[in-house]
């Protein structure tokens, strides 16, 4: 048997290849190209007991045990990365395999045989790589451990600031926008601000458990924040949030969010800001060099793995980004207005007496009775005690 496991045991410990090709006695043409395919299946040392000479030959090169049969060997690096885009199954690779067989007079593997073939060498490859996301398919979002400061102008006092934090798995494509709080409000303004870098909506959100987004986490599904759950359905996105203690389910925000605190926030941190705004004009420069990178393992960097990847698969976003608003309640007072925000507005005088769910957004105001709007405003603000009037709503 070739000796696959002392060849990358030496490489991993800096030999040079033709020291391991000495020691080996084989070609040095052989031993890099080893070496080459151990690095595109990413396998990490040191090797684990179970990989054997025999079961690295099979990770490394699969066609050698289909070799002599007759059939036409699979090409497994093919179908694995087609299986990566959307829409691809096993049932269309093996189709398309099988037509080709026929146009080139082959004989071709029978679907059982082609599925058999194929989960042998995928056990092997997720053992030993990572496994790519489809391409527009998740968008996961986090607040960075890590926090930053600006100076207030008057105390010369620390203020933290926050950093929203939205990874595309698929080619890990990253946005980052810092606020002074991580309240429901920065947390609906960072969403629809990292999707308009985007330019597009993936098909599933997944958040952390913050009670900014998720209110409860029950064994059948989560209870999401009703403004959060409101802005999913505007962006037309599932949100399945990661679970609990389970850092896997956000892999690649938590590897983004470690990798932005230091190419962001701590190469930011000898840096003065007195504004947020100084801030996040800063921290756009430094996501753009992050994101143009170029990759240590593959080739490109994200942005060049997002346009030619990712892009075309995500979803379109709504014609206008989306309005965060407030529910309340209040009664329709004898002077048929009612108190909202210390100011006043009409509804029609039929209502009086009657409890009315109140909708707010930045410049509207809407009023509905069982569940029927009966009223709008443009919402006031300013001077205590204003009044919002239509003369159609008067007795």
Same mark, same amino acid.
């Given at each position: 048997?070739?000796?696959?496991?002392?060849?990358?045991?030496?490489?991993?410990?800096?030999?040079?290849?033709?020291? @391991?090709?000495?020691?080996?006695?084989?070609?040095?043409?052989?031993?890099?190209?080893?070496?080459?395919?151990?690095?595109?299946?990413?396998? *990490?040392?040191?090797? !684990?007991?179970?990989?054997?000479?025999?079961?690295?030959?099979?990770?490394?090169?699969?066609?050698?045990?289909?070799?002599?049969?007759?059939?036409?060997?699979?090409?497994?690096?093919?179908?694995?990365?087609?299986?990566?885009?959307?829409?691809?199954?096993?049932?269309?690779?093996?189709? $398309?395999?099988?037509?080709?067989?026929? *146009?080139?007079?082959?004989?071709?593997?029978?679907?059982?045989?082609?599925?058999?073939?194929?989960?042998? /060498?995928?056990?092997?490859?997720?053992?030993?790589?990572?496994?790519?996301?489809?391409?527009? $398919?998740?968008?996961?979002?986090?607040?960075?451990?890590?926090?930053?400061?600006?100076?207030?102008?008057? !105390?010369?006092?620390?203020?933290?600031?926050?950093?929203?934090? *939205?990874?595309?798995?698929?080619?890990?494509?990253?946005?980052?926008?810092? /606020?002074?709080?991580?309240?429901?409000?920065?947390?609906? @303004?960072?969403?629809?601000?990292?999707?308009?870098?985007?330019?597009?909506?993936?098909?599933?959100?997944?958040?952390?458990?913050?009670?900014?987004?998720?209110?409860?986490?029950?064994?059948?599904?989560?209870?999401?924040?009703?403004?959060?759950?409101?802005?999913?359905?505007?962006?037309?996105?599932?949100?399945?949030?990661?679970?609990? #203690? !389970?850092?896997?389910?956000?892999?690649?925000?938590?590897?983004?969010?470690?990798?932005?605190?230091?190419?962001?926030? *701590?190469?930011?941190?000898?840096?003065?800001? /007195?504004?947020?705004?100084?801030? #996040?004009?800063?921290?756009?420069?430094?996501?753009?060099?992050?994101?143009?990178? !170029? /990759?240590?393992?593959?080739?490109?960097?994200?942005?060049?793995?997002?346009?030619?990847?990712?892009?075309?698969?995500?979803?379109?976003?709504?014609?206008?980004?989306?309005?965060?608003?407030?529910?309340?309640?209040?009664?329709?007072?004898?002077?048929?207005?009612?108190?909202?925000?210390?100011?006043?507005?009409?509804?029609?005088?039929?209502?009086?007496?009657?409890?009315?769910? @109140?909708?707010?957004?930045?410049?509207?105001?809407?009023?509905?009775?069982?569940?029927? #709007?009966?009223?709008?405003?443009?919402?006031?603000?300013?001077?205590?005690?204003?009044?919002?009037?239509?003369?159609?709503?008067?007795?």
């Amino acid at each position: 048997m070739f000796q696959y496991r002392k060849i990358l045991e030496m490489h991993s410990e800096v030999f040079s290849l033709r020291s @391991i090709a000495s020691a080996t006695r084989n070609a040095h043409q052989k031993v890099s190209e080893v070496v080459q395919k151990a690095e595109v299946r990413d396998i *990490a040392y040191p090797l !684990t007991d179970e990989m054997t000479d025999h079961w690295l030959e099979e990770l490394l090169f699969p066609e050698k045990a289909m070799e002599g049969s007759g059939y036409r060997p699979m090409d497994f690096e093919y179908i694995h990365r087609e299986l990566g885009k959307k829409g691809v199954n096993l049932k269309l690779l093996h189709h $398309e395999y099988e037509a080709k067989c026929r *146009a080139e007079n082959a004989i071709p593997y029978s679907y059982r045989s082609f599925l058999r073939y194929y989960r042998k /060498f995928a056990e092997k490859h997720k053992a030993t790589m990572r496994i790519k996301r489809k391409p527009g $398919e998740i968008l996961e979002v986090d607040w960075a451990g890590t926090t930053g400061f600006l100076v207030d102008r008057d !105390t010369g006092e620390k203020v933290k600031v926050y950093a929203f934090v *939205a990874t595309l798995p698929c080619s890990q494509y990253s946005y980052v926008e810092v /606020f002074l709080s991580m309240d429901l409000s920065s947390w609906i @303004i960072a969403h629809r601000h990292a999707y308009g870098y985007f330019q597009g909506v993936a098909e599933i959100l997944v958040p952390d458990n913050l009670k900014t987004g998720v209110n409860e986490h029950t064994k059948k599904q989560p209870v999401l924040n009703p403004t959060y759950k409101d802005m999913t359905n505007h962006y037309h996105t599932i949100v399945m949030p990661a679970r609990v #203690r !389970t850092p896997k389910d956000k892999a690649s925000v938590e590897g983004s969010v470690r990798t932005i605190s230091t190419w962001i926030i *701590a190469a930011l941190r000898h840096n003065r800001f /007195f504004t947020l705004k100084e801030w #996040r004009k800063e921290a756009a420069k430094k996501l753009e060099e992050f994101n143009h990178r !170029t /990759f240590t393992k593959r080739e490109g960097s994200r942005w060049s793995a997002f346009l030619g990847e990712e892009k075309p698969y995500l979803g379109s976003l709504p014609p206008t980004p989306y309005k965060m608003y407030e529910w309340l309640l209040a009664k329709v007072q004898p002077n048929y207005h009612v108190s909202i925000k210390r100011q006043f507005y009409s509804v029609p005088y039929e209502y009086i007496g009657n409890e009315v769910d @109140i909708k707010l957004t930045d410049d509207l105001i809407e009023i509905f009775y069982n569940r029927m #709007r009966i009223a709008s405003h443009k919402r006031l603000y300013g001077k205590y005690g204003q009044q919002a009037t239509l003369r159609a709503h008067m007795p």
